[in-house]
């Protein structure tokens, strides 16, 4: 074979080689392509997606009403078995059985923030609403009915007589400071020593009301909003002098649900004392006492 010939049949294999090559390229590129641009836009629609689901997420459900709000506040203080017959205690099975059919029932549990937005803007973010609130601060709010909330996700506030931290089955200062960063819950003021503020002078319920608003304040970085009134009682000067101690709302132990025209500062609630089963606490949300 000459060389004339091995050197033509050389060009025509390279020229084989060449063509298949750029066809390669060409494929490889055009494909690429369209990978890209599908991958492009799907992390656009992936984005779009999530934007539309966190405005969805956003959105305000809260509706507002005609007719006055009415709404019960509910009343508990040792959620632990019972002690002598005390009506202050509510055994944890009780209390748990309570806060299910709550939940089953479709009652959103409010915080006070939620409950403040009720009362003055009659307006809601379910049909069904509820705050809990559980006073004195014991430390079986925390070991047993936290855990509770927790598992049902539900809101609930506790009031803490300040000057009774540390003491006797009460929450101590680092107890405080851990249950805070639950988001579920809220801690208010019950006063500074649990006085009766019917019969207290006014230097004296000023005192009160001011010092331990100040003192969960610095203690939790917060701003206390509520004022829990021992015993539930007050005096005509009271609620003015909570007004200016700087909280929005004081709730009481009149019986009843609450609503805008019991006054911010004289709110009713629903004692909850233990024997209930669910249905007799259903009738006591419903009809308020």
């Not at 609403?129 to 925390?142: A, E, P, R, S």
């Not at 007589?161 to 988001?183: A, P, R």
Request: glycine residues 4%; proline residues 3%.
């Amino acid at each position: 074979m000459n060389k004339e010939k091995i050197l033509k049949i050389m060009v025509a294999v390279l020229s084989i080689v060449l063509i298949a090559v750029l066809a390669y390229r060409f494929f490889y590129s055009s494909n690429k392509q369209t990978s890209d641009n599908n991958f492009f836009e799907a992390k656009e629609q992936q984005n779009k997606d999530k934007k539309e689901k966190k405005k969805e997420t956003d959105k305000d459900t809260w509706k507002k009403y005609d007719d006055e709000i009415k709404f019960p506040i509910l009343m508990y203080h040792h959620i632990s078995e019972v002690v002598d017959g005390n009506t202050l205690f509510v055994p944890q099975k009780e209390f748990e059985e309570q806060m299910k059919s709550l939940h089953d029932a479709g009652y959103y549990t409010l915080s006070p923030e939620e409950a403040y937005r009720v009362l003055t803007k009659n307006e809601k973010p379910a049909e069904k609403i509820v705050w809990v609130t559980l006073d004195d601060g014991y430390v079986d709010n925390m070991k047993n009915a936290k855990p509770i909330l927790d598992k049902l996700n539900m809101k609930a506030t506790i009031n803490i007589i300040f000057n009774m931290k540390d003491g006797v089955d009460k929450m101590t200062d680092d107890m405080l400071q851990e249950i805070n960063k639950d988001k579920l819950i809220s801690l208010e003021s019950h006063t500074m020593d649990h006085i009766d503020l019917q019969y207290a002078t006014p230097d004296t319920a000023k005192y009160q009301l001011e010092a331990s608003k100040k003192g969960l304040d610095e203690l939790l970085k917060q701003d206390t909003s509520v004022i829990c009134y021992p015993s539930g009682r007050y005096n005509d000067s009271t609620p003015e002098l909570a007004k200016n101690a700087g909280y929005k709302l004081g709730i009481t132990t009149n019986p009843g649900l609450a609503s805008a025209s019991n006054g911010l500062y004289t709110l009713n609630r629903v004692r909850v004392a233990y024997g209930n089963n669910a249905q007799s606490f259903m009738n006591l949300i419903d009809q308020g006492q």
